[in-house]
C-alpha cells in the first residue's frame, strides 16, 4: 500500500512541474498573456457600442473575441466619450475604444491597428438640396457638429476661424433633432450609426425625411488606445494585434 501511495504523490507532483513548466514557457513565449482583466473606457454609439444592446455592438464584440484568442478577459465602462479618453490617458483604465489616431494621441497612448474603418457623412433633410466636393462649398451653411468627435483636423479649424459655421451639442441625437427642425443645415454622422439613431428617434414618416451625401467628410480607421500609463500595456498592445 505504502508503494501505491508514494506512486501516487511522485505522479502528482509530476504531473504538477509538467503543467507548471508548460504555463512558464506560454508566458515566456507570450509576454503579458496572464489570464486577467482589461477595462476599456468607452461611451454610447448604437450599434458599435453600447452598454444597452446585445454583446455591446459590433465594435466591442470584435474586441472582445480578439482578446479572447490570448486568454484576457473584458470588461468595458460606459462614460461620455471624452471623459472615458480622459480617464484611459491618466491610467484610471486599461485602454480606451476606439479612436482616429493622432499624433498627440500617440504621444499618451500605444495605438492598436485598425479595429474599423469609420466614414462621417453629411446628412440632410431631403428637402434641402445639397453638393459638396470641398470645405470651402460648405460656407454659409449651419453645419452641426459632436462635442469630443475627431471628425478633422480641417473641419474643426475651419469653426475656430470662422470659415465654417459650426454648432457644436454634446449629443448626436440633439443635431438630428435640429437638423429635422431646420436649425441646422447638415451634420456629419457615421452611415449605420446615422440611420440606426434615426429609426430609434423618429416615426417613421419623419424617418423618411433624411438623406446624406455620398461624398464622406473623412474615412479613417478606428484604434484601441493603450494608455503609456500602465506598465504592462505594452505587450498587451502587442498581444492584442
Same mark, same amino acid.
Given at each position: ?28 513565449? $507570450?509576454?503579458?498573456?496572464? =489570464? ?14 453600447? #452598454? ?11 474586441? !472582445? ?16 466619450? !471624452? ?6 490617458? !491618466?491610467?484610471?483604465?486599461? #485602454? ?9 494621441? #500617440? ?25 459638396? =466636393? ?40 440633439? $443635431? ?46 478606428? $484604434? ?16 492584442? $494585434?
Amino acid at each position: 500500500m505504502k508503494s501505491v501511495k508514494w506512486l501516487l504523490l511522485t505522479l502528482f507532483y509530476l504531473s504538477m512541474t509538467v503543467s507548471g513548466l508548460a504555463k512558464e514557457e506560454h508566458h515566456q513565449n $507570450n509576454p503579458g498573456a496572464e =489570464n486577467h482583466t482589461v477595462h476599456i473606457a468607452t461611451g454610447e454609439y448604437i450599434p458599435g457600442y453600447s #452598454a444597452y444592446i446585445r454583446d455591446h455592438g459590433y465594435v466591442l464584440h470584435v474586441v !472582445k473575441e480578439a482578446f479572447a484568442l490570448v486568454d484576457i478577459q473584458v470588461e468595458y465602462h460606459f462614460f461620455p466619450w !471624452k471623459r472615458g479618453h480622459y480617464m484611459a490617458e !491618466k491610467g484610471k483604465y486599461d #485602454a480606451a475604444c476606439c479612436w482616429f489616431h493622432t499624433d498627440e494621441r #500617440a504621444k499618451h497612448f500605444y495605438i492598436s491597428e485598425a479595429v474599423e474603418n469609420t466614414g462621417y457623412y453629411f446628412f440632410h433633410l431631403k428637402s434641402f438640396e445639397f453638393d459638396w =466636393n470641398r470645405l470651402d462649398d460648405l460656407k454659409g451653411l449651419h453645419i452641426g457638429a459632436t462635442l469630443e468627435y475627431t471628425y478633422t483636423k480641417e473641419f474643426w479649424e475651419g469653426g475656430k476661424t470662422g470659415k465654417l459655421k459650426i454648432h457644436p451639442v454634446p449629443k448626436d441625437e440633439q $443635431n438630428l433633432k435640429k437638423l429635422l427642425k431646420g436649425r441646422i443645415h447638415i451634420f456629419p454622422l457615421g452611415l449605420i450609426n446615422g440611420f440606426e439613431m434615426i429609426r430609434n428617434i423618429f416615426p417613421p414618416e419623419k424617418a423618411a425625411l433624411f438623406t446624406y451625401h455620398p461624398k464622406p467628410l473623412t474615412i479613417q480607421p478606428t $484604434n484601441l488606445l493603450f494608455s503609456k500609463k500602465i506598465d504592462r500595456n505594452k505587450d498587451i498592445s502587442v498581444l492584442f $494585434n
